[in-house]
Nanobody, 121 residues
Framework: VQLVESGGGLVQPGGSLRLSCGAS????????MKWYRQALGKEREYVAT????????VYADTVTGRFTISRDNGKNTVYLRMNSLEPEDTAIYFC???????????????WGQGTQVTVAS
């Protein structure tokens, strides 16, 4: 299982970015996929979820209305579209999935390596 994020960078306040999370070793359509972020000196915080069953989405209050999580099952990739970016959104963004494998049953948490997003003028 591997998660690889990309798409981060430097953007001005009010700008937009789209992050990608390419998955391998499992099908993203079978598992809830999540985004987290961690700012320098702060704890990692939850950003968004896309559920596996019906593709419904959940967002942290801090990003609701500005961020959109989506997925492309054919590309086995999850996206995070970020609009109206603010300096407070500056952080490393991580893709996350909790995967259960069978024979024996093992549940493990998987994180990508992260992609840096910097919002500054």
């Amino acid at each position: 299982v591997q998660l690889v994020e990309s798409g981060g960078g430097l953007v001005q306040p009010g700008g937009s970015l789209r992050l990608s999370c390419g998955a391998s070793g499992f099908s993203i359509s079978s598992y809830d996929m999540k985004w987290y972020r961690q700012a320098l000196g702060k704890e990692r915080e939850y950003v968004a979820t896309m559920t596996s069953d019906d593709g419904s989405t959940v967002y942290a209050d801090t990003v609701t209305g500005r961020f959109t999580i989506s997925r492309d099952n054919g590309k086995n990739t999850v996206y995070l579209r970020m609009n109206s970016l603010e300096p407070e959104d500056t952080a490393i963004y991580f893709c996350y999935a909790r995967i259960t494998t069978l024979g024996p049953v093992v549940t493990s948490d998987y994180w990508g390596q992260g992609t840096q997003v910097t919002v500054a003028s």
